[in-house]
């Protein structure tokens, strides 16, 4: 019994994925936004919800090597898991819905329509508001049995030092490429200013996704795709001695986008049935009619 539970915390750390999103909330507050009442807030115990997820980045850290990105490039970036239309993705997703939630049921359809209804309202380019609904689709890993700590969370590049900007960066203590000379230097792999796209990143939904759709859409939109969870660098400029000046040119947008992210997740159901043409138009305007994954 024992060995299965350590099994199942190994796999699943956070009690639910949306605990990766609530804490991102809580690091980088909105100084705009009025302070929320605790009330407004899912209810979650806040003792838990920190040591949940202190649990998913002390296993995140550890096991995101360069040798396992590389390994799970050639596991997924085959696309040969599932062949599906946009919508049979999005159907896909709902039923990673947690039914533990006491506060919330929305489905991960109108979790991406409030991301996206936030953009279209502000008067954004229709592009953007694809990207919007898009943005967390690479979410679909958790459904082919890939464990939360290797989907979602915080990325970061690997195949060089990992900064002490990332969260919990003590982690990394346990992560072999800490003490590898090959990886553990301020360059690594890399060399200076070589740009992002040269650049492995920590494996996850955003790389994921970005792969998937990287022929489709416009460039801000995959900049804003693949590095929307790269805190340390949108945040803290941590990596910039990787980035080119055209990278650093298309983080604009990537900080442009991260305050819908964050700060558009209500517990209003969005009218699903009432926009779902607008956006079975959009998709179709930029997407081909089915992707695979």
């Known amino acids: 019994m024992e060995k299965a539970n350590n099994t199942d915390k190994f796999n699943n750390p956070m009690h639910q994925i949306d605990d990766w999103e609530e ?5 980088y507050p909105d100084p705009s936004l009025e302070k929320k009442e605790k009330e407004e807030f899912r209810n979650y115990v806040d003792s838990e919800r920190v040591e ?35 919508w049979e993705a999005v159907d896909f997703l709902n039923t990673l819905v947690d039914d533990s939630d006491p506060d919330i049921d929305l489905d991960q359809f109108q979790h991406l329509l409030q991301t996206s209804e936030a953009i279209r309202a ?3 380019p229709d592009w953007f508001v694809l990207t919007g609904f898009l943005h967390d689709i690479g979410k679909v890993l958790c459904l082919f049995g890939e464990p939360q700590w290797a989907v979602v969370g915080d990325t970061f590049p690997v195949g060089c030092k990992f900064s002490d900007k990332i969260v919990y ?10 003490t590898n000379e090959k990886y553990n230097t301020k360059y690594g792999v890399y060399s ?7 650049v492995k990143m920590s494996w996850g939904h955003d790389e994921y ?31 910039t001695h990787l980035m080119t000046e055209h ?7 990537v900080k442009k986008f991260n305050p819908y992210d964050l700060y558009t997740k209500a ?3 969005p009218d699903s049935k009432a926009l779902r043409p607008y956006y079975e138009e959009l998709v179709a305007k930029y997407l081909p009619a089915t992707l695979k994954f």
């Open 23 to 27: 804490n991102l909330i809580e690091r």
């Open 192 to 198: 200076p200013n070589c740009g992002l796209d040269k």
């Open 247 to 253: 990278d650093i040119e298309m983080f604009e947008w």
């Open 122 to 124: 502000d008067g954004h």
């Open 169 to 178: 960066p003590e982690f990394f203590a346990a992560n072999p490429d800490s």
């Open 209 to 239: 996704l970005y792969q998937i759709l990287k022929d489709h859409l416009p460039e801000p939109a995959l900049y804003m795709i693949r590095y929307h969870s790269f805190y340390s660098q949108h945040r803290e400029n941590a990596y």
């Open 52 to 86: 949940t997820v202190r649990e998913f980045y002390r296993i995140n850290h550890t096991y995101q090597t360069y040798d396992f990105v590389c390994e799970k490039e050639k596991e997924f970036l085959k696309f040969d898991r599932k062949e599906m239309s946009l």
């Open 267 to 269: 517990p209003v159901k």
